[in-house]
């Protein structure tokens, strides 16, 4: 049984010894803001970076970790690599491991963790997109604890709290009739398709709510992110796709909904702040007071819209749904895939809309490389090596234009 950090009154509760995955990071940033917060509960001891050494080192100066990690490079008594990462996922002095990377690097250090019966705070979608069978398969063998720190997923978490349903053990909850994810629609929820052809990087990355790293921005635009959402919440709520709905909710003040049985519904709503879902991860089960958050004035006009996704515009919502029903190594095909187009479009040699057709391109010619019910980590790492290949390639093979034409 996972260790919940609950102590009877008048003992002396030790500070909960934190791992940060991606410390440089919007979310690790974040994170740690948090943690300042609460220096009496937390003790930051372990800290990695994918590259941004600067940064890593004022996080070392300033928190003093005992281990820290550049997967890029090595500083000075650190460990260094994708192996760096694992260690620190592995250190008996980590209680709670925060997973805040993006991309494909999350996968592997989840697991590592959740075999070393460390609470995993997940924020790295890819994690459970790629390795979702994987992961519950272990996390269930080892009696393992994932705390949910997307939005969207920790909103549904806390509406299922009274519900059968507390620190999360990946299982389904009783009575539930359906889980609905909100999306804001990004920055293009209301732009011509036309228009959209000659969307700029910078324009990507204006979100008009959330302040979030450039990959989740981007995926948030495409509402990529929200059909790699759709995949998390099949894996952490074990809910079956078909019970699974997206709506567009363009104020970002309800972070998701449930339905259930009965036909009523329960909602979490709040300022649309990521350490808001991250304090809860980590302070659960206590709502703790924190100076830095705001609050909702409900003195004031307060709007709230819902209406159903445009397929047509954002076709990477559908292909991802479409991607995690298929399972096998489609899901690792999608996340890796997305990565590289991603990359491209911030680099400016593809269109925005050229994301999806690259994703979808990549979908069609993939094979699974397994059934679904035998996936393992080798054939996982065999897609994503593909897929990063295939676009890697299908790109070059465009003849120098700088934009694929849509």
């Not at 909710?249 to 879902?277: C, T, W, Y």
Request: hydrophobic share 40%.
């Amino acid at each position: 049984m996972g260790v919940m950090f609950m102590y009877p009154k008048g003992e002396i509760a030790q500070p909960i010894k934190v791992a940060i995955l991606g410390s440089t990071g919007s979310i690790g940033t974040q994170t740690l803001d948090v943690i300042s917060s609460h220096p009496d509960k937390f003790k930051v001891v372990a800290l990695a970076a994918g590259s941004n050494r600067k940064l890593l080192e004022e996080q070392i100066e300033r928190f003093k970790p005992q281990m820290y990690c550049l997967v890029s490079d090595k500083l000075p008594g650190g460990l260094s690599g994708p192996e760096g990462m694992l260690e620190i996922a592995a250190s008996p002095q980590v209680d709670l491991l925060v997973v805040a990377t993006t991309g494909s690097a999350g996968w592997e250090p989840t697991i590592e963790g959740i075999r070393n019966g460390k609470i995993i705070a997940l924020a790295n979608k890819e994690a459970l997109v790629m390795a979702g069978r994987i992961i519950v398969s272990e996390a269930h063998k080892h009696d393992a604890i994932v705390r949910p720190i997307d939005s969207e997923h920790s909103a549904i978490w806390q509406c299922l709290q009274g519900e059968g349903l507390g620190d999360s053990k990946l299982r389904r909850p009783e009575g539930v009739k359906r889980i609905i994810l909100t999306a804001s629609g990004g920055p293009f929820r209301d732009t011509p398709l036309e228009e959209m052809k000659q969307v700029t990087p910078s324009q990507a990355l204006a979100h008009p709510n959330w302040r979030m790293g450039n990959k989740v921005t981007i995926d948030s635009a495409t509402l990529m992110n929200k059909g790699l959402e759709v995949i998390e919440a099949h894996w952490l709520f074990d809910m079956p796709f078909e019970q699974l709905d997206v709506v567009i909710h363009p104020q970002s003040i309800v972070h998701s909904m449930v339905e259930f049985n009965d036909g009523s519904i329960k909602a979490q709503l709040g300022i649309p702040d990521m350490r808001v879902p991250i304090q809860y991860a980590l302070c659960y089960p206590e709502h703790s007071y924190n100076s830095k958050l705001g609050y909702l004035d409900f003195t004031k006009s307060l709007e709230l819209q819902f209406y159903p996704p445009d397929m047509a515009r954002f076709p990477c919502l559908h292909l991802a749904i479409e991607a995690g029903k298929k399972g096998s190594t489609y899901p690792a095909v999608l996340s890796a895939a997305d990565d590289e187009a991603v990359a491209a479009f911030l680099e400016g040699h593809i269109g925005f809309l050229d994301i999806s057709c690259i994703v979808e391109e990549a979908l069609a010619k993939h094979e699974a490389i397994c059934k679904d019910e035998d996936i393992d980590l080798e054939s996982i790492r065999q897609a994503d090596r593909w897929a990063r290949l295939f676009v890697k390639s299908f790109i070059k093979s465009m003849k120098g234009r700088s934009r694929i034409e849509v």
